[in-house]
């Protein structure tokens, strides 16, 4: 049985600036070299991996929650797609 909740722990704390914005890539997100986003310049990734939208969503959080909330990724399958992109869990 998965324990989602480790399994997000362990994501966190491989996620850096570089590492999100690789991940953002892979789902198609254009990043800039100044970490924002190209299409929609209000998004930025912070030096701690987490992502922040200055506009009109005020959204916060990691790459996980970016995927539920932002792109409307059911949550375990973000978390899954999350941490075999990482290397961090292989089902």
């Known amino acids: 049985m998965i324990d989602y909740k ?3 722990t362990t994501i966190k704390e491989k996620c850096d600036r570089d590492t999100v914005k690789e ?3 892979c789902l198609g997100v ?3 070299r100044d970490y924002r986003f190209v299409e929609n310049d209000s998004f930025s990734i912070n030096k701690d991996g987490t992502i922040k939208d200055f506009g009109s969503t005020d959204f ?3 790459i996980v929650s970016f995927m539920i909330d932002v792109l409307g990724t059911a ?3 973000a978390i899954e797609w999350t941490a075999k992109s990482l290397g ?3 089902e």
């Open 75 to 77: 949550p375990r399958e």
């Open 60 to 62: 916060s959080g990691d």
């Open 23 to 25: 991940l953002l890539e």
């Open 88 to 90: 961090v869990w292989d």
């Open 30 to 32: 254009e990043v800039g």
């Open 6 to 8: 480790v399994l997000r």
